[in-house]
Structures are given as structure tokens and as C-alpha cells.
């Protein structure tokens, strides 16, 4: 073949190169810049799109798409009744799988998800409209599967040279995250609202009359409706006891709580006569079973007392009425009660009734206690037993007179049964002790609902001061506080709290708002929500910066009026700190990651460049040699024809270390999509590229695994373990024979390459795999020595392990794991 002429060749090249760089020189300056979308818009070819080659695109088109890559914010512009897409690199991170494909893809085609949605709004752009839409909720599919996103976008219409609108900007802000986070938040606080009036509905409910009174003159500050109803309905919450009760206030019950609060002791009364006004406007007799509890603070101070009572009216006029008629019926029975026996001087039963005979089973007239503790004895509440100069009775005959003691009875086959008593001497007309009386009751059903109700007081009570939560009450236009449990004392460092002022008792709070929200609360009975508020305040002597989620609740009268707020804290300081923390972290990994990202595409670009100015000299000292075979072959000598084969050897062999060195390079920074790989068609494709020769015999294993890997890579690794092993096998070994198996090894699969080879020795087991080592001359084995090192360096950087089993003159197998 004769060569062309140099001046034709030259002439046709700079043609070539003119047309070059002016369509370079367009695309530059329609995307001089743009970073990863930028430099892809520079590579793609435009004529195989609508849009047709850049140097033919509008001046209006042009501007357009220099505005998306230039912008911070994510935007797309759609261009012509294609919608073709150009976006930048913002806007690449909504496209997720969807990239690079969606380059210059009908925005149709790119988005059939959302078309329904966008296909009504496209159209009012075109005839001139600006549409805004704000945390609209977009089925979007850019992985593959269809997600709610939320979206914040603007739509705009671009005009071109004519005036008619040619294409559309949009600026699209993916508020997923804040979205969702709101949503959950208003579920969270939802449920703690609903938490809260379930709480409060328990203690509403509690069967006995329940009131709390504070301060040192015993102010209302909780009353059930159980205890609301036994003062005849009146409104006591915020009033004092003389003043909302002003009748019982001669009665001594002012002094008792007076006792109760300066001693710290309850006061128990049973059957006490309370004389109250309940709602006709006279005074009725009200017989109560009730306690006075002392409530202390977590330093031990009485804070407050409350009141615990059950109503026993019934009881207690049923008890007189028998006692009356016990009295009309024997003179010598005065002192009646439910059960009534009589005993001579003796200390010999004389008189019994049947309620009597209820109690004591198998007593009976003639007989005494003392000879009934054999069959039904009397013991102490200790359960010791009464010896027989301690029984009421026997004790009443001495003259003791014994008032409302309580005992147990044990009756044979029966349950055993809580008495109250009294025994007491009779005397005659004389004076003198003619016998003496006992009158009991049985008090058990009494007594067991006495400790039901000590129960739910103190469980209710208990509800109260473990909430998990901190809960303060404050009352009136001044926010009085009257009641705050001790997670919302523990909140405030533990500072006093009852009966001062919000602003009293939080002096450090002033300036930052918060009374004020007390007041607009308080004016409007609407609740505050506060989330993550930051707040200064000062607890255990230093002030500090916290973070709290909080409800301002107001409290509604009956009269639909507001009277006090209630405030319900939770401290998240910790968990916004780790929060801003963590964002902090996330952005330093963020700056990383596109530092990593920029620093990855200039190696690329560098190694692209630095390969192709390697082998141009490569290839013009390749020309030469052929030249000069084609002119002088006849007249070399066979050394020089061996020379020049050497010379073109070397060079095909340098050609093939640039490639080499520019596939390790790459091997673990450039990353495709991972998609499923038949590895056995895969292994088939790669022995027929190969075209071993015939006499090698391969083996697969049948059956190989799908795996999810990137084509390319994978194929490489195939590749140069199977061309080594068919290499040195063929050119060692008259038969020569290759074998490909694999394993399951749980969350991966091991695949073996097995030759009869030559074998390598133990010590050069490490070194193979590193760039540019050989083991035999390159002039006697073809090889640049970077196959292994880029198998190694593909496998590992996808999460698998390499290695090989081999002993010298017996062959090798060389493992590598990929995961599924």
C-alpha cells in the first residue's frame, strides 16, 4: 500500500480540526461551566436529540440552559413540545436512577409517575402563566419504586426569539424530610394531649370525694366531682376554706388541717358529724368517714394537705335508729349497737340478739367468750390472741369501759370477719356493777372498701408525681403557681415554686417571651405549642441554654372562662444538641464527599489525557517501523527484520501498560449501575472473545449464580483470570486444562479459576498482585503485570477478598469472593 501525500493529508486535517474547533468553541460558550451536568452537556451529541446539534440552537435556548447550570438551586429547563430536559447539578440528586438518562429525555418519558399531574399544568406555562405550587405531594419513582415526595416548585415560562413561550424553568425544593418530620410531630404531641386528658379523666373519676388545699389558709386546688357534690355543688377550686365552706369553719376542721400542716401527720376521723350546707340552705348532719393527708414537696415541706373522704350518713343513722330501739326494748341495753350481748356478774352470756349469734357462731346464753375461743376465738388485728382477762368484755367487768375497739373473729368454715365493739359495765340503781354489755359490728365490707379507696388515692397520687412529664399549674391574670410535680421541679433546678408568680418564681426567664404567652394564653383559651424552644434559664447556680418542647394548656371553668394554664414540659436539649451536631457532621461529610467527587474527575480527565499524549509517539514509532518495512524489507537482514519485530512488540506492549495502567486507575473510583449478571452467559461471552486455543480444555461448573454486580467490572475480573490461566497453561502443559467453579459462602459467592499450570511458589504469593509484577521475562510471556492488581483492586473495592492457592509445578487456583 502506498502512502498518501503528505500535503493531502495535511490539508484534510486541518478541515477536519477547523470544523472541530468551532463546534467546540459553540459548546463551550453555551455551557462554559455547570460542573458534573456541565461537563456532560459538553459531551453529549445534541443531533440525536429534538433539539438538534448546539451550534442551531435559539439564542433564547442558549441563555436558558447557561441560567440552570449556573444556578446554587436545582432547576430544570423543559425546551420545545418535546419537554426536553437539561438540568443541573442540583436538580441531579431528585433525578436518583433516572441519571444520566434523563439528559436531553422528553420530560414525558422521563416522569410517566407524574405525568397525570404534570400534563394540566404544562399548558398554562405555554400560554404565558407562572405557576407556584408549595409542599405539594409528588408520587415520584426516581429509584425505580413510587415514593411520596414533597415539593416546594415554581413554574416559568421562557420566551424565544419570536415572543411565543418555547420552553419552561423550573426551580423544584425537595422538603420531604421537613414535611414528614412536621406530620410526626403533630402526632407525637397528639398523643401526649390525649395521654394527659385520660390521666386527668382517672382522677375525675375516683369513687370518693377528693380535694387538694394549699397554703395557710387552705385554698382549693383540686376537687373531684364526687367531692364538688358533697358540698352541694358550690365552686371551691381557688377559694380558701373559710370562705368557699364558711359554715364548717366553727366546727374545728380549720384547726385540725392547721395540725395536719404543721406537723406533717395525717388525721383520720370515722363517722365524724359535719353540719353543711348542701344547696336547700339550711344545715344538714353529714356523718363522713375521712383522712387529711399531708402532701410534701421533695424537700419535705407540707406544700399542701388533701382531703380523702367517704360518706357514712347511712350508716350512722341506721346505727343510731337500732340503737334507739335496742334502748325502748331494755332499759338495761342503753348502749346498743348492731350486735348486742349481755353478761351477768358472772361474765355468763344473759342476752343475745341474732346479729350477735351472726358474729359469734355457736355462743350462746350460760356460755362465755372466754369458752367460745376454742371453736370461734377473737384475736388482736396482729393476729395474736385475746387471752382470757383481755377480752373486751372480761375487761368491762373489771369496769374498764372499752369504746369502738376492733378485733377479728374467726367463725369455723367461714371466712374470718373485722368487728368493731364497744364493752362497757351496767350498774344498777344502787350503783353497783350488775353485769356489763357489748355491742359490735361488723365492719370487714367496711374496711376492705376503706383500703380500696387508700389504694386509688395513692395510685392516683402516684399517676401525679411519676408522669413523664413536667406539668405546672399556675392560676389568675398573675399566674399563681399552685401545684408543679417533681420532674417539673427537678426541670427548674429545684427552685421554690408553690404560691409565687411565673415571674416571681422564674426571674432569669424575663425577656424571652414566655410571660407573655402566659397572658395571651390565659386571654384568647387558646393552647401555645413551643417546639424545641430555646430557653435561658438558670438551674443549680448557673444559667444555661436548654431546648424544650412545651404546651401552654388553658384551664376552662364551667363558665367557659380561662382561670389558670397549665404547662406541659419535655427537655430535648441532648437531642437537639446531637441533632446539630449530627447536621454539622453530615455537611463536613458532605464538603468531603464533592471534594472527593471533584478530585476523582480531575484524575480521570488527567489519566484520559495522559494516556492519549503517551501513545501518539507510541503509534508514529509504529508507523515508522512499518514504513520502513514496506520500503526497505527487502533489503534488511534477517537481524534487522527480528529488530524491527521487536521494536513493534515493544511498542503494542507499552500500548497495552497505558491501557492497563489507566483500567487500574479507574478500578475502584468509576462506579456503574448495579444490575443482575448471569455470570454463566457472562463467562460464556468472555471464552468466546477470548478464543482459546482448541487443545485447552475448560471446564465450567454448571449452574452458575446470578449476582447483582456492574457488567463491566465483573467481566474484566473474569476476563484476567481466565486469560492468565489459559496463558501460562497452554504454553507449560501438553494437555493443558482450566477449571471455573463457585460456592455459596452465605452473603456471597466464591468463584475458584483452576489450572494445571506451572505453578507459583508460596513466597511470590503477595507480590503478584501488586502493579506491574511479573514472574516470567515479558519477552518470553506477553504481559504488563497490572491484571492481577486491577482484579484485586475491582474485587476489594466492591466488597469481596482475593487470593491464591498454588505450589510450585502443581498448578494454581486463584479464589475471589463477590457479594449477591
Request: aromatic fraction near 8%.
Amino acid at each position: 500500500m502506498s502512502r498518501p501525500s503528505s500535503k493531502l493529508l495535511s490539508r484534510a486535517g486541518d478541515d477536519v480540526a477547523a470544523g472541530g474547533a468551532r463546534r467546540a468553541a459553540t459548546v463551550d460558550s453555551v455551557f462554559p461551566a455547570g460542573g458534573e451536568l456541565g461537563a456532560l452537556c459538553r459531551a453529549k451529541d445534541w443531533s440525536a436529540t429534538p433539539l438538534g446539534p448546539v451550534e442551531r440552537w435559539p439564542q433564547s435556548l442558549k441563555t436558558a440552559v447557561s441560567i440552570v447550570l449556573s444556578s446554587r438551586f436545582p432547576m430544570i429547563v423543559l425546551w420545545g413540545p418535546e419537554l426536553i430536559q437539561i438540568y443541573n447539578d442540583d436538580y441531579r440528586l431528585l433525578m436518583g436512577a433516572k441519571h444520566p438518562a434523563g439528559l436531553g429525555q422528553g420530560n414525558r418519558e422521563c416522569w410517566p409517575e407524574v405525568w397525570h399531574i404534570n400534563e394540566g399544568i404544562y399548558p398554562r406555562i405555554f400560554g404565558g402563566e407562572t405557576v407556584f405550587f408549595e409542599e405539594t405531594m409528588y408520587p415520584l419513582a426516581p429509584h425505580g419504586q413510587v415514593e411520596e415526595h414533597y415539593l416546594t416548585l415554581c413554574y416559568n415560562p421562557v420566551r424565544d426569539e419570536s415572543g411565543a413561550v418555547g420552553g419552561i424553568f423550573v426551580s423544584v425544593f425537595d422538603v420531604t424530610q421537613e414535611v414528614r418530620a412536621r406530620i410526626e410531630r403533630d402526632r407525637a404531641l397528639a398523643e401526649a394531649k390525649a395521654e394527659r386528658e385520660r390521666l386527668y379523666e382517672v382522677f375525675m373519676q375516683v369513687p370518693a370525694s377528693i380535694a387538694v388545699l394549699e397554703g395557710p389558709e387552705h385554698t382549693f386546688t383540686v376537687a373531684n366531682p364526687r367531692y364538688i357534690a358533697l358540698v352541694g355543688g358550690r365552686d371551691v377550686l381557688g377559694k380558701p376554706l373559710r370562705a368557699a365552706l364558711p359554715e364548717v369553719a366553727g366546727q374545728g376542721f380549720a384547726e385540725v388541717l392547721d395540725a395536719v400542716r404543721s406537723t406533717g401527720k395525717p388525721f383520720v376521723a370515722h363517722d365524724a358529724l359535719v353540719k353543711i350546707d348542701r344547696g336547700g340552705g339550711a344545715l344538714e348532719a353529714v356523718y363522713l368517714d375521712f383522712v387529711y393527708q399531708p402532701l410534701t414537696d421533695a424537700r419535705g415541706g407540707v406544700f399542701g394537705i388533701m382531703a380523702h373522704a367517704v360518706e357514712t350518713t347511712e350508716q350512722v343513722l341506721a346505727r343510731q335508729r337500732v340503737e334507739a330501739l335496742a334502748a325502748e326494748r331494755a332499759a338495761m341495753l342503753g348502749q346498743i349497737a348492731d350486735a348486742v350481748v349481755t353478761f351477768d356478774s358472772e361474765g355468763r352470756v344473759s342476752f343475745l340478739n341474732e346479729m350477735a349469734r351472726t358474729l359469734h357462731p355457736g355462743l350462746c346464753t350460760g356460755s362465755t367468750l372466754a369458752e367460745q375461743q376454742e371453736t370461734t376465738p377473737l384475736e388482736r388485728l396482729d393476729g395474736t390472741p385475746y387471752p382470757p382477762d383481755a377480752i373486751p368484755s372480761a375487761r368491762a367487768r373489771r369496769g374498764e369501759r372499752v369504746i369502738d375497739e376492733e378485733w377479728i373473729v374467726r367463725p369455723p368454715g367461714a371466712p374470718p370477719r373485722r368487728i368493731q365493739g364497744s364493752a362497757v359495765p351496767v350498774h344498777g340503781e344502787d350503783g353497783g356493777q350488775i353485769g356489763t354489755v357489748l355491742t359490735a359490728r361488723d365492719i370487714t365490707d367496711q374496711h376492705h372498701l376503706k383500703r380500696q379507696l387508700e389504694i386509688e388515692r395513692n395510685r392516683l397520687n402516684e399517676v401525679f408525681l411519676q408522669a413523664p412529664a413536667a406539668i405546672m399549674v399556675a392560676r389568675g391574670p398573675t399566674h399563681v403557681i399552685e401545684a408543679a410535680n417533681p420532674l417539673y421541679q427537678v426541670m427548674a433546678g429545684n427552685r421554690p415554686l408553690v404560691g409565687k408568680t411565673v415571674p416571681e418564681a422564674f426571674p432569669d426567664l424575663a425577656g424571652q417571651g414566655l410571660f407573655e404567652l402566659y397572658d395571651q394564653v390565659l386571654a384568647t383559651r387558646e393552647a401555645y405549642v413551643g417546639n424545641e424552644m430555646p430557653v435561658r434559664v438558670e438551674r443549680f447556680g448557673r444559667t444555661e441554654e436548654g431546648y424544650f418542647n412545651f404546651v401552654y394548656q388553658p384551664l376552662i371553668g364551667e363558665d367557659g372562662a380561662a382561670f389558670g394554664v397549665m404547662t406541659h414540659a419535655i427537655e430535648v436539649t441532648d437531642m437537639v444538641r446531637a441533632r446539630q451536631q449530627a447536621e454539622q457532621r453530615a455537611a463536613e461529610l458532605s464538603r468531603l464527599t464533592q471534594a472527593l467527587e471533584q478530585s476523582n474527575r480531575e484524575l480521570d480527565r488527567f489519566a484520559y489525557v495522559t494516556s492519549h499524549d503517551l501513545k501518539a509517539p507510541l503509534r508514529g514509532i509504529a508507523s515508522l517501523a512499518q514504513w520502513i518495512q514496506e520500503d526497505v524489507g527487502d533489503q534488511l537482514s534477517p537481524a534487522s527484520h527480528e529488530h524491527v519485530r521487536l521494536l513493534l512488540g515493544r511498542v503494542h506492549r507499552m500500548e497495552a501498560l497505558i491501557d492497563g495502567i489507566l483500567a487500574y486507575s479507574r478500578a475502584g473510583r468509576v462506579r456503574e449501575e448495579a444490575v443482575p449478571v448471569d455470570t454463566a452467559a457472562m463467562v460464556k461471552d468472555v471464552l468466546d472473545l477470548m478464543a482459546p486455543p482448541p487443545h485447552v480444555v475448560i471446564e465450567v461448573q454448571p449452574g452458575l449464580p446470578t449476582v447483582r454486580a456492574e457488567r463491566v467490572p465483573l467481566q474484566q475480573v473474569f476476563m484476567n483470570l481466565l486469560g492468565n490461566a489459559i496463558k501460562f497453561t497452554a504454553l507449560t502443559r501438553v494437555e493443558p486444562r482450566v477449571q471455573l467453579s463457585f460456592r455459596d459462602v452465605g452473603d456471597a459467592y466464591e468463584f475458584a479459576v483452576e489450572d494445571n499450570g506451572p505453578g507459583i511458589a508460596p513466597e511470590y504469593h503477595d507480590r503478584i498482585w501488586g502493579i506491574f509484577q511479573t514472574l516470567e521475562a515479558r519477552d518470553k510471556v506477553e504481559g504488563a503485570g497490572i491484571g492481577l492488581s486491577v482484579v484485586k483492586k475491582i474485587v476489594e473495592t466492591r466488597g469481596g477478598r482475593v487470593r491464591v492457592d498454588s505450589i510450585l509445578d502443581q498448578g494454581a487456583t486463584f479464589r475471589f469472593t463477590w457479594p449477591k
